[in-house]
């Protein structure tokens, strides 16, 4: 067992966590950032992209709107690089009530965020796909953000002052000695090793799965609810401004252009367990029909995928019992276990959105840097993250600039994403992984229409080529990589999709045949085709006799 | 204008009943909205591969898959039917692209990346890849190509039994980036060949039959694979790649050649918006070039494809619909019933879905009665198969083209065809 020493243990490896990893390490501090999988794989990285103006909450909830565009101004200019500026509108659409858009204008000028109501003309000539009978249109600074790009980059940044990432590394247990967290015990998912982290300071970032972490430490009444929320990715950008439905929050009334696509979402369904998100095809249905209200035949637009993520919905059974929860604001919870449990170093932050990523890391780290009795003050609100130090946003043509640049000297691997061999090499290396799940959430590979009908096999072929997997590693992870991807596409498969879907039938199942590719003990047994490598099974009789010795040389006589 | 048949697809199945049909005398127009998938497919005739073990004999399979699976294809064709058209093929492709083997033996030939394929009949250029022989392969990686991958390939096919090993070599074709068909017309000019042969030389071993990605040649490949051979002194295969298929256009390069041999007319780019049977023929409106041109024929053979060509589609709302003709589909999930398994391997409800025909190949409605009697069915179109499963797809394309001609064949010319 490799044992592990540091000043501060993060678990929980989303916006959060990372934010948290990259504020204490620029603080001074000696940080270790665990995951139970890959960063940004849990609820991070299933939102829709949008960084919050507060728009939304303006009305509903006045705090959280302060806090997003706040949040907002300072995200922009610190991860510009991750953020692209597509501003944001709030419209009614005809089965709205027009008189709501007013008390949305008072909500944002009472909260500081800025609006300014346009023409419906003009919105209509900015977005020409919008609904033609939208009454009001009001214009506000959203944006759309690459959650990976910026979880990596708080991770980089922080692992470039010391900080260790340490993906695939579950925890196991929080140790515990006398009335204080002093670590956790953790299990290597890759390599099934057990590595025990010694930590002045634990920090959960966990999330919705902050109250099993909790637990861990013996603390109780952590509750933090499941909201599955769905959303679906578009094929392409219907609009490049950020749409909203101006109303009361509600399912479908947000449509987010990022990167190639547009994501539609999302809803909030209460579900029993963080890991068990299932899709239902009345969901798609419902998602579809209310994005037709923004965009009228979003319907038959062509779907690439949907996905459930699940929001922390914080609900703590010691509330209200007085100061034992500071209730930073709606829905971002900050436990402090000394105040509230009398448990040490060790504090819990839940809750919030995407958009205040920075704001609870910054909460959470005061947090600890208090009980620590430290003088630190945080410095993430004026501390560009790496890559984004020049200011400059992203925008959707950059990698077709690329490209362009490289059209004859370079091989590229991936049409929809534009993605190059030596970017593809370059961040395998730089990643030291071989999952092909983590090198679609670095490069988009994989994400775009034809869902790695092409790119996939591709990088397969390329990573064993570099011999980071051998052969069995490859056809298992070609095969996960499809079985997954299928996950997120039956329940919104029809018109170009499904050709597309057929398309890749063809491909993987007719053409190079992966269902029946050496891998595991169950397909080689139906694969093996000589008598070599056939594997004793008693059920070889059921299958392909083995021809006798001597004859397997006759090609006339295959086995028979 | 007048025709007496009217193909509406240009794939393999709309093709082979196109030649079919122009070779036995009949005025035959091909309307075609682009290249058939064709271009897509490897053209290794797989007649039935899986079902669902893998398949060592079609002759001895099909009969009991056929009565396990009264609705598929090959049950309103019969057995008999795919030997006939799998003849046919082979005679037709003769020798400018040889095809061997037959329903005796499915062959097994590597894929892409080294699964075992089970196929009927394939061409000359791809049977040297047999796995159920044991001589050692070497694969040959082209390094401008990104859709072959030999090492991973070889490796596979060791698992297999058969010892493989991968070799890569630098073709200088003036960019990092080239498809399979860029190399193929390379392969077409000797001066490559010579080089690559002269560049491999040194690297095999020994025994070591040699295996390509399937690009020797685009219009002259019997001769670019046999001097191949010849230099290197062993035998040479070639292993279908991701689309664009060089295999496959050859095929549609040969089956054009026929159709207009026999007097067959094509016009690509020129798509069926409608088309009204009656009960002497077919009036069929096809644009081309934004303008709307009206053909009428004795019979019209529908051979579009299904899903994955755009023919049969799927709407928003849930319904499947044939885009043509609007034939009645079978095997399509009731509303509110499950499109899809959450497992990719898995059986779909959705995965049947297509036109079904009667032993005629006339399409039929839920009752079984034919819904047009001008009208003919052919290929991905047919519902009740899983062909990508099977690996019947190409099995399926010839057996029903062919077979659609020939009920054409049966009926005496109408009167409408003499005037």
């Known amino acids: 067992m490799t044992t592990l020493q540091t000043e501060v243990l993060v678990v929980g490896g989303g916006a959060t966590g990372a934010g948290i990893a990259w504020d204490a390490a620029l603080r001074g501090y000696d940080v270790i950032l665990v995951d139970r999988a890959d960063l940004a794989e849990g609820t991070s990285g299933r939102f829709h992209g949008l960084l919050h103006s507060g728009g939304r909450y303006v009305v509903k909830d006045p705090v959280a709107a302060r806090e997003c ?49 346009i023409d419906v003309a003009q919105a209509l000539r900015d977005e020409p796909r919008l609904n033609p009978g939208i009454r009001r249109a009001i214009r506000v600074p959203d944006a759309s953000i690459d959650v990976w790009q910026l979880v990596w980059a708080l991770a980089n940044g922080a692992a470039a002052r010391g900080a260790r990432i340490l993906p695939y590394h579950r925890v196991v247990a929080l140790r515990r000695e006398g009335d204080a967290v002093t670590g956790a ?156 449990d009398g448990v040490h170093r060790f504090i819990t932050i839940t809750g919030g959105k995407l958009t205040t990523y920075r704001l609870m890391a910054e909460e959470a780290v005061d947090a600890m840097v208090e009980q620590l009795g430290h003088d630190r003050p945080c410095t993430t609100s004026t501390t560009p993250l790496p890559g984004s130090e020049d200011g400059e946003h992203m925008t959707p043509g950059a990698r077709l600039r690329r490209r362009e640049r490289h059209l004859l000297t370079e091989q590229l691997i991936c049409e929809c994403e534009l993605i190059e061999k030596s970017t593809l090499e370059e961040t395998m290396r730089a990643r030291g992984t071989h999952n092909l799940d983590d090198i679609r959430r670095n490069l988009r590979l994989g994400m775009g229409p034809c869902q790695g009908g092409f790119c996939i096999p591709r990088a397969v072929g390329i990573l064993h080529a570099m011999h980071r997997m051998d ?70 009789g059921d299958l392909q006799p083995t021809p006798a010795p001597g004859s397997a040389h006759d090609s006339t006589a295959g086995p028979s | 204008m007048r025709v007496d048949v009217v ?128 001589e050692p392969m070497c694969l040959v990686g082209l390094r401008p190509l990104k ?63 040699v295996g390509f990605p399937a690009v020797l040649g685009l219009r002259h490949a019997p001769t670019v694979w046999r001097e191949l051979q010849e230099r290197l002194g062993r035998p040479v295969f070639e292993i279908p ?13 040969i089956l054009l050649g026929a159709l207009r041999a026999a007097g067959g007319r094509i016009i690509i780019g020129s798509e ?24 009428r024929a004795d019979w019209l053979v529908l051979a579009t494809g299904g899903f994955a060509e755009g023919s049969i589609t799927l709407g928003s709302d849930w319904r499947a619909r044939e885009t043509v003709l609007d034939l009645p589909l079978a ?24 036109v079904a025909v009667d032993d005629g190949l006339r399409p039929v409605g839920p009752d079984g009665r034919r819904v047009h009697e001008r009208v003919l069915v052919a290929g991905a179109s047919i519902g009740g198969a899983v062909p990508w499963k099977e690996h019947s797809g190409e099995g399926i394309s010839v057996t029903t083209g062919h077979h659609a001609a020939g009920q054409l064949a049966g009926v005496a010319p109408s009167v409408g065809v003499a005037a």
């Open chain 1, 69 to 117: 565009i706040a949040e907002n101004e300072i995200v922009r200019r610190v991860a510009a690089g991750t953020v692209e500026d597509t501003g944001g509108l709030f419209v009614t659409t005809p089965d709205d009530d027009p008189e709501y858009a007013d008390r949305f204008l008072d909500g944002c000028r009472e909260t500081g965020v800025p609006a300014e109501e």
């Open chain 1, 185 to 340: 015990d953790l299990r290597d998912e890759r390599t099934g090793e057990d590595v025990r982290i010694e930590a002045g300071f634990t920090i959960n970032a966990s999330g919705a799965w902050a109250h099993q972490i909790a637990e861990m430490a013996g603390i109780e009444g952590v509750s933090v609810v499941p909201g599955k929320g769905i959303m679906i990715a578009m094929n392409h950008r219907l609009v490049n401004t950020v749409v909203n439905r101006c109303t009361m929050p509600a399912d479908g009334d947000i449509l987010v252009p990022i990167r190639t696509v547009s994501v539609i979402g999302t809803t909030d369904i209460r579900s029993a367990h963080p890991d068990d998100l299932p899709v239902t095809q009345e969901e798609v249905d419902a998602m579809l029909d209310d994005g037709d209200r923004l965009v009228p035949g979003l319907r038959e637009s062509r779907a690439l995928r949907v996905w459930a993520g699940v929001r922390p919905l914080f609900d703590d059974k010691k509330a209200g019992e007085g100061g034992s929860t500071r209730d930073v604001s709606r829905g971002t919870a900050l436990l402090d276990h000394l105040e509230r």
């Open chain 1, 471 to 540: 052969v069995e590693e490859a056809n298992r992870s070609l095969r996960t990589f499809l079985e997954e991807r299928w996950k997120g596409l039956w329940p919104i498969l029809h018109g170009d999709q499904l050709r597309q879907a057929r398309l890749d039938d063809w491909i993987f199942q007719g053409l190079l045949d992966v269902e029946h590719l050496p891998g595991d003990a169950r397909r080689d047994v139906a694969a093996a085709v000589h008598t070599g490598v056939r594997p004793g099974s008693a059920e070889d």
């Open chain 2, 7 to 134: 193909v509406v697809g240009a794939g393999t199945a709309g093709l082979v009943a196109a030649v079919r049909a122009a070779q036995s005398g009949r005025k035959v127009l091909v309307l075609a909205k682009g290249a058939g998938a064709t271009h897509l497919a490897p053209l290794t005739i797989d007649v039935l591969g899986y079902a669902p073990e893998r398949v060592e004999s079609p002759a001895r399979e099909l009969a009991p898959f056929i009565a396990a699976h009264p609705e598929h294809p090959y049950a309103r064709t019969g057995e008999a039917a795919i030997a006939e058209a799998l003849d046919w093929f082979r005679g037709v492709m003769g020798d400018a692209y040889p095809y061997t083997g037959g329903l005796e033996r499915n062959m097994l030939l590597p894929s892409a990346i080294g699964a075992p394929r089970p196929s009927a009949l394939v061409p000359v250029t791809m049977a040297e890849g047999d796995l159920r022989r044991d």
């Open chain 2, 147 to 209: 859709d072959f991958h030999a090492a991973l390939a070889a490796d596979n096919i060791t698992r297999l039994g058969v010892q493989a090993r991968a070799v890569e070599l630098d073709l200088d074709v003036d960019r990092a980036d080239v498809n399979a068909l860029g190399l193929a017309r390379a392969f077409d000019r000797p001066e490559v060949r010579a080089l690559v042969a002269a560049q491999l030389a040194l690297r095999l071993r020994a025994g070591e039959r």
């Open chain 2, 241 to 253: 790649t991701v689309p664009p298929s060089v295999p496959g256009l050859r095929v549609d390069a």
């Open chain 2, 272 to 295: 069926v918006v409608g088309a009204a049977p009656d009960a002497d023929g077919v009036t069929v409106r096809a644009r081309a070039a934004g303008r709307d041109v009206e053909h």
């Open chain 2, 331 to 354: 095997h399509v999930p009731a509303p509110g019933e499950p499109r899809f398994a959450p497992g990719l391997f898995d059986e779909h409800p959705m995965s049947r879905v297509g």
